[in-house]
């Protein structure tokens, strides 16, 4: 129809100006942030983007007309819809336009879409909703599908990969999904999700919800994935976890106490799926030499000589998880150590344990 054309046209030719409030002029600090949002969104720089629009949020919102218009297309002719969307060149336009529509229509729209602008936008409204339900089936099924797409170019995943899993906090509805997704997509995309991940050692109490959340989507992964693929995966993302070794490299990263790391769901799984009894066994042995040639080694420091301790003692939960833990047990239900803290007070006085909480490993 005519009509429903010339809406199209009209949501297409929209533009935002930027400019000062009132009639004073632009504050400094705002013109350079404006300069640089407005660079990020030329180039597609979808991490920077997604930091700073929260700023823009409040102050970018379409109004009622617009509104009206964007959902009229959407009832009655998406694909004008989709075009219209694609000809938008700046982020603020297109999250106005997303805003407008329901979640499975900002999916429908991001997987017909031609434009990086138009698929980021769609995925981080979705994704980033705070308090939201769950997604529907239909929902995550459309998403897990976006991301394949997106994953099939190198390019475009790397950029979503530096936007979505920097923080993985921020985009809650995002991680079972995206481990369906890695699942199907090609096998790079996996390997380099791994990568993505910041590592670092988070504490026992409280909880990481960052290490949650990817735990969340290496478990959709491993029940949608071959078992080649599973132990591609686990491989790749235990041999990154032993060469961080807790910051070994850092000499100000000390240690106090028993720590996770976000890549403990991967290498758990590598010790179930990817070692043999007897590697696992050996793995474990190796470690358990490692911690007495601890006792014999000089160190700079007390703090130094106790970082140690808690690193190996943090390398040791997922091997020790694996051989010895309970059906069902999560890595998280309980701590191993490679001696009776509570009937040695030597080792307890020795390595600084606060409390007898650990369990140790059978001889």
């Known amino acids: 129809m005519e009509f429903l054309k010339a809406v199209g046209k009209f949501v297409a030719k929209r533009q935002i100006v930027y400019g000062a409030r009132g009639s004073g002029r632009l504050p400094i600090w705002e013109s350079e942030f404006i300069d640089a949002f407005q660079k990020d969104d030329v180039d597609g720089d979808w991490a920077e983007i997604a930091g700073m629009w929260p700023r823009l949020e409040a102050v970018v919102w379409p109004d009622a007309l617009y509104t009206g218009m964007v959902c009229c297309l959407a009832r009655f002719d998406f694909s004008e819809l989709v075009r219209a969307a694609d000809a938008l060149p700046q982020c603020p336009l297109v999250m106005a336009l997303v805003h407008a529509l329901s979640v499975g229509q900002q999916l429908r729209l ?81 390997l380099e999700y791994i990568d993505s991940i910041k590592l670092h050692p988070t504490q026992l109490t409280p909880p990481d919800a960052c290490r949650a959340f990817i735990s969340d ?34 000499t100000d990263a000390n240690l106090f106490e028993v720590h996770r790391s976000p890549l403990d769901f ?23 030499k490692q911690f007495q040639e601890v006792g014999l080694t000089w160190y700079s420091s007390e703090t130094d ?24 047990a999560s890595l998280d239900s309980r701590l191993y150590s490679p001696f009776d803290l509570q009937q040695s007070l030597y080792h307890r006085i020795m390595y600084r344990v606060r409390e007898s909480s650990t369990h140790p490993v059978p001889d």
């Open 266 to 288: 991967a290498v758990f799984s590598f010790v179930c799926e990817c070692m043999s009894s007897d590697e696992r066994e050996g793995a474990l042995a190796e470690t358990q």
């Open 110 to 190: 991001a997987i017909a879409s031609n434009s990086e602008r138009v698929r980021f936008c769609c995925a981080f409204t979705v994704t980033r909703r705070e308090g939201a339900a769950e997604l529907s089936a239909d929902d995550e099924t459309a998403l897990s599908e976006l991301l394949i797409k997106v994953a099939a170019s190198p390019e475009e995943w790397r950029k979503w990969l530096a936007a979505f899993n920097t923080y993985p906090l921020r985009y809650p509805l995002l991680h079972r999904p995206l481990g369906i997704a890695l699942a199907h997509a090609r096998h790079e995309a996996a």
């Open 305 to 328: 000589f106790t970082t140690e301790w808690n690193r190996l003692l943090s390398i040791f939960q997922p091997y020790a998880h694996a051989c010895y833990r309970t059906e069902g």
């Open 217 to 250: 989507c290496l478990q959709a992964f491993s029940e949608q994935a071959s078992l080649e693929q599973r132990q591609a995966v686990w491989t790749y993302a235990h041999r990154r976890w032993l060469d961080w070794r807790f910051d070994t490299r850092k």
